[in-house]
Nanobody
């Protein structure tokens, strides 16, 4: 059974940084496509970043492009994908989820929740002064 666990959330001031981790058990994340999503208060789940398995190609939504960086730990044994978040804004406040799938995802569906079958429980990120 594949399980994902996010960590690294917390409270930070505007302009600050956080790094989220998504660690898997029950599967080798190196062979999975991994996405990061978030749900802000009163809003739906938004896809913000993903990384492919073939070439570790990163993709970002316009809302985070240039500020967030997704990456895989080079040590496959750590089975972890990171989301480095810089220049955080109050509108980045949300619960952040990682998701994974071993299946092919068309590029148009990288930020579609139904494209992923494994999800973590989420970690809260609050950006406030």
């Amino acid at each position: 059974q594949v399980q994902l666990m996010e960590s690294g959330g917390g409270m930070v001031q505007p302009g600050g940084s956080l790094t989220l981790s998504c660690t898997a058990s029950g599967a080798t994340l190196h062979y999975y496509r991994v996405g990061w999503f978030r749900r802000a208060p009163g809003k739906g789940r938004e896809g913000i970043s993903c990384i492919t398995d073939e070439y570790n190609s990163p993709y970002y939504s316009d809302s985070v492009k240039g500020r967030f960086t997704i990456s895989r730990d080079r040590d496959i044994a750590k089975n972890t994908v990171y989301l480095q978040m810089n220049s955080l804004k109050p509108e980045d406040t949300a619960v952040y989820y990682c998701a994974a799938t071993p299946r092919y995802i068309h590029s148009g569906n990288y930020f579609v929740t139904d494209a992923y079958e494994h999800w973590g429980q989420g970690t809260q990120v609050t950006v406030s002064s």
